[in-house]
């Protein structure tokens, strides 16, 4: 660890300025995936802006009939917030099926969107890396990859999104609130976390300076038929080598509307909308959940390591549909797979 | 005897739990001592080749930084073996001895220490050092190193290599109606215990140490200190009381205990090095191992060959070596026996034993290998066991000195309910999941060592009872604190047991599950001594106890009595009083009987039961249950003998599912060296784990006990890896099972 200044700030101005004014300066949150990468010299920020102290809490109805999430609500709060839980129990699932009751507890809902991969060669300063040191080149990809993204990676970063809370806001479509130097905006999640491309080191396309304030989700769509799905090395604590968020509205024996998103795959929750319109209008059946399947799998690739990704994430899109469509989503808590 | 307070054989809550719980045991890394200085490791990027530059200058401009060790300025550390080689548990070859030259012998190995004021400036001077390298490309691949391997030219002491080969393996193999042969492997773990490794050594003046440190016996990093650093043995007082999990890691001194001491010695004051999570990889792991096992059998299913052939793993620097194969040739009755157990050489740090070293792996192998023959000769597995049943160590043709594994297999299955089992895989399910039931056999020797105890009683009638062995976690002060309070029939209450410290009664290190054998006997005859004391000193002050022998007398909470006339009592304050001092003490040497050694075999038993569920899609799997069934002579305290099976079990768990160190290939380098992505069994993964302890009457030593240890992991893996096979018909051969391989 580098010695760094700490800031705690006292309004949404004040982080705001301090983060444009000195380029070293990171926000901190929850601190659980920060301090981490601190520790291992992963980021050496100059300056520390605690953001804690702002209002950035609470989980408020909003006009539209859906909810705006404080970037401060921690995780555990979020999953058990009775509205949430009511109405958008995808999200809640995905919530409880991360990390441990402890980090979630520590955990906000800005710094998970934010969150920084697993990849191990990430986190060891003794190897190269082009998301951590630009231009010394990918590890992975000819390295440990067991974990590596089998769609949308580049040459020059094959690292996946670890979060399982964005993989059901993905299919949620939920709105990201930040603030920044130039004021405020909103934009859709599929458009915060970017593909590695031949910049890996950024994440996502906010600006310097940007905070998130707020995630909101439209008007609940989803209550019933609905499963997140994830699949891991051992049946609790470990990050996702695939999971599925899958909602679906059906109506009258038919699909009306379909959402399905992956994590552990790439870069980003991976969603494909040409993907959803195949179950749309269709009765649901595994023929129908493997053709969706197929079509958001379509161009994945594996690098050895990670090649069983494939024929898993699409097994494991089929199984969380049909969770969906029965209405039997999957428990985190009781480990069978229903 | 009395029979007053009986102890022994009760579940007793752990003694030293109220201080664990509460936060007043103290570990080595939180003694702190005025003026004390703090350590920080720097660590080699590379994992083989010479350093050409360490750039030390911005560690040492660093704000509270008081010196930066390293090979580049001699630090004074002898640079022979010999010094080193007194590590009792050194193995042959050349010990590692850092910052003796530019030479890199495995990724992480420490290349700089950094001592400063604090924890934190010691740890942020360290992350500014960097090195130049002559990288070399290290070789960290078993598959590959064993076109090199070869058989261990020098054993490693204690450690029996295989057995000669009996009968004829291979004609008899090629006779057999019924064949198999197939490879084996289990991937390379680490320990990851809770605690990990530090020494805080408290510079006394004069040349004096009291060196704090994580060990699994403090006599070994005494008398290694000494050797490496030419120390006075009378100036070195090593301590370390409790220990936070070690399996088999903290049998030998690692660079912690060495640097921590050369940083005392050179700053002439005390000195505090932790090392990081990340630098636990950097030692002691269970190798990697390749096996072939062939057997054959008639159509009846008696053996008729077994031959076990180990390729392991050891550094490029010393032969570790443990005996993982020579089981295949005790746990059956079979008249032709081939074993052969090879090294090959990897660029990594050496080796070390891991709770139940080469059993693990090794019955793994075999018990896999059984499960595929009964499969083959389509006989029920446990059927397949009991037809090939030894009654005899064919070893070292002895017979043995208990063995009550048949009560194992048969309680086992009757509380599992085996014979719910159907005989063909795939053939029983739940919902979308296959249901597989496995079982296994294991087996862990009986060994004991020579201990010294002595027992102290005062006049309050408070009972010391001290040795120097560890409690690892294992629960060998309460065992201890039991036997003393039965023997001289007090409340455990009144009962101090004193262990892991240089001044006490000499012990050697705590490992292969000797020490409630070796160390319980030892303190059970310092009881005895004591109770003689007491009575010839009862004999000096009260008449009626003239012609007492020990028969006649009986030890109560109040004080010596007779038996025939218990109002002739004579009490322990008078008693200590007249002897004139503090109390009254008591010092013994146990040594194993040599003459019964000889004439038996020593082992303890298990039968494991395993049910898995396996999502046949999805390749995830469940351990629903298990069983385990232990034959291990006397139970002394049957609640912390059944937290040794269940955390053996999860450990086997781990084996057969999750465990696994991960190098990149091309760096040499562990790329899981987290608790975060090394992945042990979470809660979740743990099913319920039930643990049934068989009568077993054996004689080996006075209490009639055989260890716990290590047996509780033997055989596991196996039983689950058997599990899987008939939920899905699956065998897969490389552990842990991870989905992926049955996709
Ligand atoms: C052992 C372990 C296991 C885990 N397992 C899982 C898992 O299975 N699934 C899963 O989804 N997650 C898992 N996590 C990750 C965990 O969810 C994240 O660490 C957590 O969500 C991060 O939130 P935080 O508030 O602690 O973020 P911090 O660590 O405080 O910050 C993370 C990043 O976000 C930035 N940031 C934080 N808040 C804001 C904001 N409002 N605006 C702008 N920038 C911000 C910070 O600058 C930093 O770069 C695991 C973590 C650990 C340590
Ligand atoms: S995949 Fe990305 S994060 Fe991993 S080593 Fe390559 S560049 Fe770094």
């Known amino acids: 660890m580098t010695p760094f200044s700490y800031l705690r700030a006292q309004s949404l101005q004040d982080a705001i300025a301090a983060l444009a004014a000195e380029p070293g300066s990171r926000v901190i949150a929850g601190g659980t995936n920060l301090v981490d990468l601190m520790k291992y010299d992963v980021e050496a920020p100059r300056r520390l802006v605690d953001i804690t102290r702002l209002p950035l809490h609470g989980v408020i109805p909003t006009d539209a009939g859906g909810l705006r999430i404080g970037a401060l609500t921690p995780n555990s709060d979020l999953a058990y917030h009775p509205q949430a839980a009511r109405d958008y129990p995808l999200l809640a699932s995905a919530i409880l099926a991360g990390a441990s009751a402890q980090l979630r507890n520590a955990a906000t809902t800005g710094g998970n969107?934010?969150?920084?991969?697993?990849?191990?060669?990430?986190?060891?300063?003794?190897?190269?890396?082009?998301?951590?040191?630009?231009?010394?080149?990918?590890?992975?990809?000819?390295?440990?990859?067991?974990?590596?993204?089998?769609?949308?990676?580049?040459?020059?970063?094959?690292?996946?999104?670890?979060?399982?809370?964005?993989?059901?806001?993905?299919?949620?479509?939920?709105?990201?609130?930040?603030?920044?130097?130039?004021?405020?905006?909103?934009?859709?999640?599929?458009?915060?976390?970017?593909?590695?491309?031949?910049?890996?080191?950024?994440?996502?396309?906010?600006?310097?300076?940007?905070?998130?304030?707020?995630?909101?989700?439209?008007?609940?769509?989803?209550?019933?038929?609905?499963?997140?799905?994830?699949?891991?090395?051992?049946?609790?604590?470990?990050?996702?080598?695939?999971?599925?968020?899958?909602?679906?509205?059906?109506?009258?024996?038919?699909?009306?509307?379909?959402?399905?998103?992956?994590?552990?795959?790439?870069?980003?929750?991976?969603?494909?909308?040409?993907?959803?319109?195949?179950?749309?209008g269709a009765a649901p059946s595994r023929a129908a959940f493997a053709e969706a399947a197929d079509r958001l799998l379509q161009g994945a690739v594996g690098l050895g390591g990670n090649d069983f990704k494939i024929p898993l994430a699409r097994r494991a899109i089929i199984r969380a549909l049909t969770q969906a469509a029965d209405g039997a989503p999957q428990s985190q808590s009781r480990k069978v797979i229903n | 005897m009395n029979d007053v307070l009986a102890y022994v054989g009760r579940p007793q809550p752990r003694v030293d739990g109220p201080l664990k719980v509460t936060g007043r045991a103290r570990y080595a890394a939180e003694v702190a001592v005025e003026g004390m200085a703090y350590g920080a490791v720097a660590s080699s990027a590379i994992a083989r080749g010479r350093i050409r530059s360490l750039h030390l200058a911005a560690a040492k401009a660093a704000p509270g930084v008081i010196a930066v060790l390293s090979h580049e300025r001699d630090p004074g550390l002898p640079d022979e073996d010999d010094p080193y080689l007194k590590d009792m548990g050194a193995v042959p070859g050349s010990p590692f001895r850092p910052f003796c030259d530019d030479r890199i012998h495995f990724s992480g190995q420490p290349i700089a220490l950094v001592i400063a004021d604090s924890h934190e400036h010691a740890r942020d001077a360290a992350a500014l050092i960097t090195a130049d390298y002559d990288a070399e490309t290290p070789q960290v691949d078993l598959m590959a190193a064993k076109a090199a391997a070869y058989v261990p030219p020098e054993p490693r002491s204690g450690i029996p290599p295989p057995p000669p080969?009996?009968?004829?393996?291979?004609?008899?193999?090629?006779?057999?109606?019924?064949?198999?042969?197939?490879?084996?492997?289990?991937?390379?773990?680490?320990?990851?215990?809770?605690?990990?490794?530090?020494?805080?050594?408290?510079?006394?003046?004069?040349?004096?140490?009291?060196?704090?440190?994580?060990?699994?016996?403090?006599?070994?990093?005494?008398?290694?200190?000494?050797?490496?650093?030419?120390?006075?043995?009378?100036?070195?007082?090593?301590?370390?009381?409790?220990?936070?999990?070690?399996?088999?890691?903290?049998?030998?001194?690692?660079?912690?205990?060495?640097?921590?001491?050369?940083?005392?010695?050179?700053?002439?004051?005390?000195?505090?090095?932790?090392?990081?999570?990340?630098?636990?990889?950097?030692?002691?792991?269970?190798?990697?191992?390749?096996?072939?096992?062939?057997?054959?059998?008639?159509?009846?299913?008696?053996?008729?060959?077994?031959?076990?052939?180990?390729?392991?793993?050891?550094?490029?620097?010393?032969?570790?070596?443990?005996?993982?194969?020579?089981?295949?040739?005790?746990?059956?009755?079979?008249?032709?026996?081939?074993?052969?157990?090879?090294?090959?050489?990897?660029?990594?740090?050496?080796?070390?034993?891991?709770?139940?070293?080469?059993?693990?792996?090794g019955l793994y192998a075999l018990e896999a290998a059984m499960d595929e023959l009964a499969s083959r000769l389509k006989i029920d597995p446990l059927e397949l066991r009991l037809r090939n049943y030894a009654e005899r160590d064919f070893n070292e043709d002895k017979p043995f000195s208990s063995k009550e594994l048949k009560a194992c297999y048969r309680q086992g299955a009757e509380r599992f309910g085996w014979d719910r089992r159907r005989p063909e895989p795939r053939s029983m399910r739940d919902g979308s999941e296959l249901v597989g039931l496995g079982m296994a056999t294991g087996c862990w020797e009986a060994m004991m060592q020579p201990h010294a105890a002595r027992a102290t009683l005062d006049a309050e009638g408070r009972l010391e009872v001290a040795c120097g062995t560890a409690d690892i976690g294992t629960g060998a002060y309460t065992i201890l604190s039991q036997i003393a309070a039965e023997a001289l029939g007090l409340p455990i209450e009144r009962v101090t047991a004193k262990l892991g410290d240089t001044t006490l009664p000499k012990a050697p290190v705590e490992g292969g599950s000797w020490g409630a054998a070796s160390a319980g006997s030892a303190v059970q005859a310092a009881c005895a001594a004591l109770k003689e004391k007491l009575l010839a000193q009862a004999r000096g002050m009260n008449?009626?106890?003239?012609?007492?022998?020990?028969?006649?007398?009986?030890?109560?909470?109040?004080?010596?009595?007779?038996?025939?006339?218990?109002?002739?009592?004579?009490?322990?304050?008078?008693?200590?009083?007249?002897?004139?001092?503090?109390?009254?003490?008591?010092?013994?040497?146990?040594?194993?009987?040599?003459?019964?050694?000889?004439?038996?075999?020593?082992?303890?038993?298990?039968?494991?039961?395993?049910?898995?569920?396996?999502?046949?899609?999805?390749?995830?799997?469940?351990?629903?249950?298990?069983?385990?069934?232990?034959?291990?002579?006397?139970?002394?305290?049957?609640?912390?003998a059944r937290s040794q099976i269940l955390g053996g079990a999860v450990m086997g768990l781990g084996m057969a599912l999750h465990e696994e160190t991960v190098w990149d290939a091309t760096l040499g380098r562990i790329m899981n060296a987290n608790l975060g992505e090394y992945h042990i069994p979470s809660h979740a993964d743990a099913p319920d784990i039930e643990v049934i302890f068989v009568d077993e009457d054996d004689r080996a030593n006075p209490l009639g006990v055989k260890g716990l240890g290590e047996i509780g992991i033997v055989g596991v893996a196996a039983a689950i890896a058997n599990a899987v096979f008939h939920a899905t018909g699956r065998r897969v051969r490389h552990l842990p099972i991870t989905l992926d391989k049955l996709l």
């Not at chain 1, 670890?162 to 609130?177: F, G, K, N, R, T």
């Not at chain 2, 008591?586 to 999502?615: G, I």
């Open chain 1, 113 to 280: 969107l934010l969150q920084r991969t697993r990849c191990p060669y990430f986190y060891d300063v003794a190897t190269a890396c082009n998301k951590r040191a630009p231009g010394s080149g990918c590890s992975a990809r000819t390295g440990i990859n067991r974990n590596a993204a089998i769609l949308g990676a580049s040459e020059a970063c094959v690292a996946t999104h670890p979060s399982d809370m964005c993989v059901a806001l993905a299919a949620l479509e939920a709105i990201v609130h930040v603030e920044g130097p130039n004021g405020a905006r909103a934009l859709p999640i599929a458009d915060l976390h970017r593909l590695p491309g031949d910049a890996p080191e950024r994440d996502v396309t906010l600006d310097r300076g940007e905070i998130i304030t707020a995630v909101e989700l439209p008007s609940p769509r989803f209550g019933r038929h609905h499963s997140y799905l994830k699949l891991r090395d051992r049946l609790s604590y470990a990050f996702a080598l695939v999971s599925v968020a899958a909602a679906l509205e059906i109506a009258g024996g038919r699909v009306v509307t379909a959402r399905l998103a992956l994590g552990g795959v790439a870069h980003k929750p991976w969603r494909i909308r040409e993907a959803e319109a195949l179950l749309e």
């Open chain 2, 165 to 361: 080969p009996r009968g004829d393996a291979q004609a008899a193999f090629a006779a057999a109606p019924v064949r198999l042969q197939e490879d084996y492997r289990v991937a390379a773990e680490h320990h990851n215990p809770m605690e990990t490794m530090a020494t805080t050594v408290v510079w006394e003046g004069d040349g004096r140490l009291a060196i704090h440190t994580k060990t699994q016996g403090v006599n070994n990093p005494k008398t290694y200190v000494c050797a490496v650093f030419g120390l006075d043995p009378d100036a070195v007082r090593v301590i370390s009381p409790f220990v936070g999990g070690a399996f088999g890691m903290a049998l030998r001194p690692h660079y912690d205990l060495l640097l921590a001491t050369l940083a005392a010695l050179t700053l002439k004051r005390s000195v505090r090095l932790t090392l990081t999570r990340q630098q636990m990889y950097t030692m002691g792991w269970r190798p990697d191992t390749l096996h072939t096992v062939a057997l054959s059998a008639s159509e009846d299913g008696r053996l008729t060959s077994i031959r076990h052939a180990a390729v392991q793993a050891t550094s490029r620097y010393e032969d570790y070596q443990e005996p993982t194969v020579n089981w295949s040739g005790l746990l059956y009755a079979c008249p032709n026996v081939t074993l052969s157990y090879e090294l090959a050489k990897l660029d990594t740090s050496t080796p070390s034993d891991m709770r139940a070293p080469g059993a693990a792996l």
């Open chain 2, 543 to 640: 008449g009626a106890f003239a012609n007492a022998a020990i028969a006649h007398a009986r030890f109560t909470a109040d004080g010596v009595a007779l038996a025939s006339d218990p109002a002739a009592t004579v009490a322990y304050a008078d008693l200590v009083r007249a002897a004139g001092g503090d109390g009254i003490a008591a010092e013994t040497e146990f040594e194993p009987d040599e003459e019964f050694t000889k004439k038996y075999a020593s082992y303890t038993h298990s039968a494991v039961f395993a049910e898995v569920r396996v999502d046949e899609e999805l390749g995830v799997i469940r351990v629903a249950r298990l069983v385990s069934a232990v034959a291990a002579g006397r139970i002394l305290n049957p609640a912390t």
